[in-house]
């Protein structure tokens, strides 16, 4: 099982920048894409952003040009740097990483994050 952790979400003002984290813990794994999802109230689930192992990224319209996804592999970690933060931006981020548990045998897994809430003040 891999069991992700999320930080860095808060309260700021619009024109401003956070910056999460997620961090993959567990045993006996390998990870290919990670990324960050949200949701706003009302809204649909949306993709975020997204990276894979060899570090091609994917973005939301929406977020390019002000967020930037990154991932350190010896941590099992993935970050969103979001810079020139709108009102619109606010939701509740989900972490989710896929990859393969490799013992015993090998298994595909998906886990997502217990969700950080950004909300950007106008």
């Known amino acids: 099982q891999v069991h992700l952790v999320e930080s860095g979400g808060g309260l700021v003002q619009a024109g401003g920048s956070l910056r999460l984290t997620c961090a993959a813990s567990?045993?006996?794994?390998?990870?290919?894409?990670m990324g960050w999802y949200r949701q706003a109230p009302g809204k649909q689930h949306e993709l975020v952003a997204a990276?894979?192992?060899?570090?091609?990224?994917n973005y939301a319209d929406s977020v390019k040009g002000r967020f930037t996804i990154s991932r350190d592999n010896a941590k099992n970690t993935v970050y969103l740097q979001m810079n020139s933060l709108k009102p619109e931006d606010t939701a509740v981020y989900y972490c989710n990483v896929k990859g393969v548990l490799v013992t015993p045998g090998r298994f595909p897994f998906g886990s997502w994050g217990q969700g950080t809430q950004v909300t950007v003040s106008s």
């Open positions: 990276i894979t192992s060899g570090g091609n990224t």
């Open positions: 567990g045993s006996d794994f390998s990870i290919n894409d």
